[in-house]
């Protein structure tokens, strides 16, 4: 049997949409990269709390040192649908910021960094989960189906808190967790939500994708499809990030560990009186 992992994602149009986005002319008065910059330092604040010095740091994606300016022996790596050929137990910290939703072998690239962390190592990232752009998803399948009597996926699906927390385990990791933000951004017109996905990268790179634009007469009725369904009183349109936090360390001997099956000296019972 092919073990190897189904390719959902166009890995290299994704590279270029985002290196894309990076080289569109802003516009004042705001920042398109608003998302990354919030949960990067949320990431941030996260690190503070580590109560150990991190000498060596991998950054996957790139977009932590961007935004926090982090040079400490950090070291970065895209993602790819190759092994990143990691040195084994070289990294006291990995971190990524938004930027896993797009991996296609998620398991082998959380077992990689599981390797190339040092014992008691920290792997910390965040990614896009599955309600993000909920809003976005439906009303362009709506306008299209609507319109042409099909619908092609324009938004691309996102993972899952609970699988998640079971890919870290599945990876080896020690105490693992995963955790969730919601973000809720308003937009005064949903084209100008769709204009900073593409200023992020964040644009349709599935491999089974349409390879034909989306027709003027469906977009118009996708903003209207949002509107009616989502628009706020105030007449701005809401759309939802939600954001997935994964924590895991390579284990080590000094960790805590769960305590045998039988070894307690109260029952559950008791101890809720």
């Given at each position: 049997m092919n073990d190897a992992?189904?390719?959902?994602?166009?890995?290299?149009?994704?590279?270029?949409?985002?290196?894309?986005?990076?080289?569109?002319?802003?516009?004042?008065?705001?920042?398109?990269?608003?998302?990354?910059?919030?949960?990067?330092?949320?990431?941030?604040?996260?690190?503070?709390?580590?109560?150990?010095?991190?000498?060596?740091?991998?950054?996957?994606?790139?977009?932590?040192?961007?935004?926090?300016?982090?040079?400490?022996?950090?070291?970065t790596v895209q993602i790819s649908d190759?092994?990143?050929?990691?040195?084994?137990?070289?990294?006291?910290?990995i971190i990524s910021n938004l930027v896993m939703h797009w991996v296609n072998d998620l398991p082998g690239l959380l077992i990689q960094l599981n390797q190339a962390l040092k014992p008691d190592g920290l792997l910390l990232a965040s990614m896009f989960g599955g309600e993000t752009?909920?809003?976005?998803?439906?009303?362009?399948?709506s306008a299209?189906?609507?319109?042409?009597?099909?619908?092609?996926a324009r938004v691309i699906p996102f993972a899952d808190v609970k699988a998640m927390g079971s890919l870290l385990q599945r990876a080896g990791y020690a105490l693992p967790v995963t955790d969730t933000d919601t973000l809720t951004v308003t937009y005064d017109h949903p084209l100008k939500l769709m204009q900073d996905l593409r200023f992020m990268g964040e644009t349709n790179a599935l491999l089974d994708r349409s390879k034909n634009f989306l027709r003027r007469d469906v977009i118009q009725r996708?903003?209207?499809?949002?509107?009616?369904?989502?628009?706020?009183?105030?007449?701005?349109?809401?759309?939802?990030?939600?954001?997935?936090?994964?924590?895991?360390?390579?284990?080590?001997?000094?960790?805590?560990?769960?305590?045998?099956?039988?070894s307690a000296t109260m029952r559950l019972a008791d101890a809720l009186k």
């Open positions: 992992p189904a390719l959902i994602f166009d890995t290299q149009l994704m590279l270029k949409n985002r290196a894309r986005g990076n080289n569109l002319p802003r516009q004042s008065g705001g920042n398109p990269d608003f998302l990354r910059v919030e949960i990067a330092d949320r990431l941030q604040d996260r690190i503070q709390d580590v109560n150990r010095p991190l000498e060596t740091i991998l950054d996957v994606g790139g977009d932590m040192l961007r935004f926090t300016g982090r040079r400490d022996s950090a070291d190759t092994p990143l050929n990691l040195h084994s137990g070289h990294y006291s910290l752009l909920k809003e976005l998803r439906h009303a362009l399948l299209e189906a609507e319109i042409t009597g099909g619908a092609n996708a903003c209207e499809i949002y509107q009616q369904d989502y628009g706020l009183d105030n007449g701005r349109i809401p759309a939802t990030f939600q954001i997935l936090y994964l924590t895991g360390w390579h284990p080590h001997e000094s960790q805590q560990k769960p305590m045998k099956p039988g």
